[in-house]
């Protein structure tokens, strides 16, 4: 399995109705999206979240699924309508199980 995790931080002064649209596009990308093991939105209630406040755990079946998901028009969509509005900044991080 290939993992993803993003970490975004909120611009300030940004509604709860607009976080949770732009949360709620996000997982519905799941229904959607082929090779995509799960997706889940949350708020990182991590306490050393470092201004990082919504965070998109993701599993793939392989990299390449993962690189396709990115590539999707439907995401690409989400992203540039939902979240770029809504996001000062993002951090990737991507790993492979091992075993």
């Known amino acids: 399995m290939f993992h993803c995790t993003i970490l975004f ?3 300030p002064d940004i509604s709860l109705v607009r976080v949770r649209a732009a949360r709620e596009a996000l997982q519905a990308l799941i229904e959607t999206m082929p090779g995509v093991a799960h997706l889940t939105v949350t708020h990182n209630i991590s306490d050393e979240r470092q201004g990082y406040n919504l965070a998109l755990f993701s599993g793939f079946e392989s ?3 993962c690189e396709i998901f990115f590539r999707h028009p439907e995401y690409q969509r989400v992203m ?3 979240l770029d509005p809504v996001v000062d900044a993002k951090l990737v991080a991507q790993g492979v199980d091992e075993g």
């Open 63 to 65: 990299k390449e699924a």
């Open 80 to 82: 540039r309508d939902e």
């Open 9 to 11: 931080a909120l611009k």
